[in-house]
């Protein structure tokens, strides 16, 4: 069965850290791939994506992510993060095609003042 | 974000009840979604409508029902749900159309449901 694996479900981090969080996703034909944020009291909404051409992905606040295909990964990266980016975040698949959304578990990110 | 809205916001039934679950968007979107949101599991797709035809039943059991009388109105009818049906109950939409390839979703608030 189609499934994502987000590795870790709890990251703290202090402000300017970098972070990288994994997501890895098996299925064997094209998707897309998109990265949701969750902030406090807030809604889903949507960081990044990607469907086609440069794999390496530019999202709101400053936020990237690269999909590696060889490897079904879609990792989310920030290279300084801020206490304002404390939040869950959920890396999802969709097969190309479809509207058959397939999401992680998630990750809470809690960074430190 | 009101883009996408969700009522009730909170819901406790009996087992024996009827309720429905009411979501509308203001996005002039085409596609509407429900997921289901349950602690430490994936958020779960349990349906899609796009232009109003069901095109994803994610194999939902029946005592769950949805409806679509348009493209800005999704409902999702209730009866004689069980404990374990107690979750958070999202509903999306997006732009749509013919499996327009990366459709950004947007969001309700969600309805915290809890099943006696």
């Known amino acids: 069965a189609q499934s994502v694996s987000q590795h870790n479900h709890h990251v703290i981090l202090s402000e300017a850290a970098s972070l990288e969080l994994g997501c890895n996703y098996s299925?064997?034909?094209?998707?897309?791939l998109f990265w949701y944020v969750q902030y406090p009291g807030q809604h889903l909404q949507l960081l990044l994506k990607?469907?086609?051409?440069?794999?390496l992905v530019k999202g709101i606040k400053g936020f990237e992510a690269e999909f590696i295909k060889s490897k079904f990964s879609f990792n989310l990266r920030k290279p300084s993060v801020q206490w304002s980016d404390t939040a869950e975040y959920f890396c999802?698949?969709?097969?190309?095609?479809?509207?058959?959304?397939?999401f992680g578990t998630g990750t809470r990110l809690k960074v430190l003042a | 974000e009101t883009g996408v809205t969700q009522t009730p916001r909170h819901l406790v039934m009996g087992m024996t009840n009827k309720k429905s679950l009411k979501c509308e968007q203001h996005?002039?979107?085409?596609?509407m979604y429900w997921y289901k949101q349950s602690a430490k599991k994936p958020l779960e797709l349990m349906f899609v409508y796009n232009f109003k035809e069901q095109t994803e039943n994610n194999s939902v059991p029946s005592r769950f029902s949805p409806e679509c009388p348009n493209s800005s109105h999704l409902f999702l009818h209730l009866h004689t749900l069980q404990p374990e049906d107690s979750a958070l109950y999202l509903c999306?939409?997006?732009?749509?159309?013919?499996?327009?390839?990366?459709?950004?979703?947007?969001f309700g608030p969600g309805t915290r449901l809890t099943v006696l």
């Open positions: 299925y064997g034909g094209t998707v897309n």
């Open positions: 990607y469907f086609s051409g440069d794999p």
């Open positions: 996005l002039g979107h085409n596609a």
């Open positions: 999306a939409s997006s732009q749509g159309g013919a499996a327009v390839n990366g459709d950004t979703q947007y």
């Open positions: 999802a698949v969709c097969p190309s095609g479809t509207y058959k959304y397939i």
